[in-house]
């Protein structure tokens, strides 16, 4: 009777995790349950070992096995979700054709010293261009497309796409003129959230919302994006989100930061032309055609997927084991211990960061538009409870300066757990939720704009 069990499970384990999409799954649901059949298969080794006498082998084959799932289901909890973006863009793509990855400015922007690039992230070289030729650099993504964006604790967010490129509904076109306009990263993005803080500051404030952030952004490509909406449209308020990582440098595989977007040229130009433009969104139509073709190609050199006999190999190999140690001790420097990188900035880039908040101050004073510079939590400074050193000294130079902004960073060290994700490092739902009703009260506060009754 024991063999017969002992088969019967060896049998069934080996086709749920070669035929049944448990190890090809967004799902962690999905994990846990082969997880689970690993763990019988250990349990049933052991016992059929033990009825033949052969003890040494039963412990030495059992400790293997258990090892194997430990490693199993922390890796599945623990595995960062971009690691498994590619693996999730084919199996989404084989359900809608249509659906594209989410594609921001960094994609176009060149690997640096510094850099470890992965295929999200790797080097686009070349620009979209327009039906006569003009290459734009993009501060969008694709228009009219359901985009795959991130994955944290509520699973693969996927997004439609506006007329632009950027997460919001369409009609948030129809009347732009007047509108609250937020600019930034992946936090106006709404990674990784349906109902993320953009989201709520659209059912919170009685005014037209806009959100142009993508993910990966930094205050320069905010800059741009907001230049270029301002040859076309006239809001009324716009608000700019910086977290942490905007200015300074962080334990990233990518530096997405200030620094970064100060060496790519047609980005500094913004900096040093006051009067230059791509004339970006009236100019979108023009190459859109393009840029979905050159995309296209480059979803094309993404790596094959794996078959789930690779991926089964890699769990019982004690793979994700491996890989999730080495990534907690190159991350040792975020996980809640201050590190000098982290929380400085290099002194000649200071100069360009004044600089930029002085322009967007004159900038908006001479279009009738108010700007307001919201300084957001951040996750690992908020578990550290420290906030980055050079913002103090932002605050002081736009007091100096007369410059509005808003300090959230160190208001909330005593709510970290509920206000961030568990997995990665944005907002949780609730989190947002408490955002957003924290910055629509200021907005209202300052007569920036009306909230709705």
Same mark, same amino acid.
């Not at 995790?17 to 967004?26: E, K, N, Q, W």
């Not at 005014?207 to 952030?213: A, E, R, T």
């Not at 578990?383 to 208001?411: G, H, Q, R, T, W």
């Given at each position: 009777?024991?063999?017969?069990?002992?088969?019967?499970?060896?049998?069934?384990?080996?086709?749920?995790?070669?035929?049944?999409?448990?190890?090809?799954?967004?799902?962690?649901?999905?994990?846990?349950? #082969?997880?689970?059949?690993?763990?019988?298969?250990?349990?049933a080794?052991?016992?059929?070992?033990?009825?033949?006498?052969?003890?040494?082998? #039963?412990?030495?084959?059992?400790?293997?096995?258990?090892?194997?799932?430990?490693?199993?289901?922390?890796?599945?909890?623990?595995?960062?979700?971009?690691?498994? %973006?590619?693996?999730?863009?084919?199996g989404?793509?084989?359900?809608?054709?249509?659906?594209?990855?989410?594609?921001? *400015?960094?994609?176009?922007?060149? !690997?640096?010293?510094?850099?470890?690039?992965?295929?999200e992230?790797?080097?686009?070289?070349?620009?979209?261009?327009?039906?006569?030729?003009?290459?734009?650099?993009?501060?969008?993504?694709?228009?009219?497309?359901? @985009?795959?964006?991130?994955?944290?604790?509520?699973?693969?967010?996927?997004?439609?796409?506006?007329?632009?490129?950027?997460?919001?509904?369409?009609?948030?076109?129809?009347?732009?003129?007047g509108?609250?306009?937020?600019?930034?990263?992946?936090?106006?993005?709404?990674?990784?959230?349906? %109902?993320?803080? !953009?989201?709520?500051?659209?059912?919170?404030?009685?005014?037209?919302?806009?959100?142009?952030?993508?993910?990966?952004?930094?205050?320069?490509?905010?800059?741009?994006?907001?230049?270029?909406?301002?040859?076309?449209?006239?809001?009324?308020?716009?608000?700019?989100?910086?977290?942490?990582?905007?200015?300074?440098?962080?334990?990233?595989?990518?530096? !997405?930061?200030?620094?970064?977007?100060l060496?790519?040229?047609?980005? +500094?130009?913004?900096?040093?032309?006051?009067?230059? @433009?791509?004339?970006?969104?009236?100019?979108?139509? #023009?190459?859109?055609?393009?840029?979905?073709?050159?995309?296209?190609?480059?979803?094309?050199?993404y *790596?094959?997927?794996?078959?789930?006999?690779?991926?089964f #190999?890699?769990?019982?190999?004690?793979?994700?084991?491996?890989?999730?140690?080495? +990534?907690?001790?190159?991350?040792?420097?975020?996980?809640?211990?201050?590190?000098?990188?982290?929380?400085?900035? *290099?002194?000649?880039?200071?100069?360009?960061?004044?600089?930029?908040?002085?322009? /967007?101050?004159?900038v908006?004073?001479?279009?009738?538009?108010?700007?307001?510079?919201?300084?957001?939590?951040?996750?690992?400074?908020?578990?550290? +409870?420290?906030?980055?050193?050079?913002?103090?000294?932002?605050? /002081?130079?736009?007091?100096?300066?007369? !410059?509005?902004?808003?300090?959230?960073?160190?208001?909330?060290?005593?709510?970290?757990?509920?206000?961030? @994700? +568990?997995?990665?490092?944005h907002?949780?739902?609730?989190?947002?939720?408490?955002?957003?009703?924290?910055?629509?009260?200021?907005?209202?506060?300052?007569?920036?704009?009306?909230?709705?009754?």
């Amino acid at each position: 009777m024991v063999y017969f069990y002992a088969a019967v499970a060896l049998v069934y384990f080996l086709s749920f995790a070669l035929f049944s999409p448990a190890f090809g799954s967004s799902d962690l649901g999905d994990v846990y349950i #082969a997880v689970y059949h690993l763990c019988a298969i250990a349990v049933a080794l052991f016992l059929l070992f033990k009825v033949l006498g052969k003890v040494i082998w #039963a412990n030495l084959l059992s400790i293997i096995l258990i090892f194997s799932c430990l490693g199993t289901v922390y890796g599945a909890i623990t595995e960062s979700a971009d690691q498994s %973006k590619i693996d999730a863009f084919y199996g989404f793509k084989k359900q809608n054709f249509q659906i594209v990855p989410a594609v921001f *400015p960094q994609s176009f922007m060149p !690997i640096f010293e510094g850099d470890s690039a992965r295929p999200e992230y790797s080097y686009m070289s070349e620009w979209p261009e327009t039906e006569w030729g003009e290459a734009i650099f993009p501060l969008s993504g694709l228009s009219n497309k359901p @985009t795959l964006n991130c994955k944290e604790d509520n699973g693969w967010h996927i997004y439609d796409a506006d007329r632009y490129g950027f997460n919001n509904p369409d009609w948030v076109w129809d009347k732009p003129n007047g509108s609250i306009l937020f600019l930034g990263d992946s936090f106006v993005n709404g990674a990784c959230l349906e %109902k993320n803080m !953009i989201y709520g500051l659209r059912n919170k404030l009685d005014h037209n919302v806009i959100g142009l952030g993508l993910r990966g952004s930094s205050p320069l490509v905010y800059y741009a994006t907001y230049r270029e909406f301002l040859e076309e449209y006239e809001p009324q308020t716009a608000v700019f989100v910086f977290s942490a990582n905007d200015f300074v440098r962080m334990h990233h595989r990518l530096l !997405i930061d200030f620094s970064r977007e100060l060496r790519v040229p047609i980005l +500094k130009t913004y900096l040093t032309d006051k009067n230059f @433009t791509q004339h970006y969104f009236k100019q979108y139509p #023009a190459f859109e055609e393009d840029y979905n073709r050159k995309v296209n190609a480059y979803i094309e050199s993404y *790596p094959k997927q794996e078959t789930r006999l690779e991926k089964f #190999a890699q769990y019982i190999s004690g793979y994700f084991i491996v890989a999730t140690v080495k +990534k907690r001790y190159q991350a040792k420097g975020i996980s809640g211990q201050e590190d000098v990188s982290y929380y400085s900035v *290099p002194e000649h880039e200071k100069p360009d960061a004044y600089k930029l908040l002085d322009q /967007i101050h004159d900038v908006s004073k001479q279009r009738g538009v108010h700007a307001l510079f919201v300084f957001i939590p951040h996750k690992y400074g908020c578990m550290a +409870k420290v906030s980055p050193a050079f913002y103090e000294d932002l605050f /002081i130079y736009m007091n100096k300066n007369n !410059i509005l902004y808003l300090n959230l960073f160190d208001e909330y060290y005593d709510q970290c757990d509920t206000l961030f @994700t +568990k997995v990665g490092g944005h907002f949780s739902e609730t989190g947002s939720d408490i955002i957003s009703t924290d910055i629509a009260a200021h907005l209202r506060d300052m007569s920036l704009a009306s909230i709705k009754e």
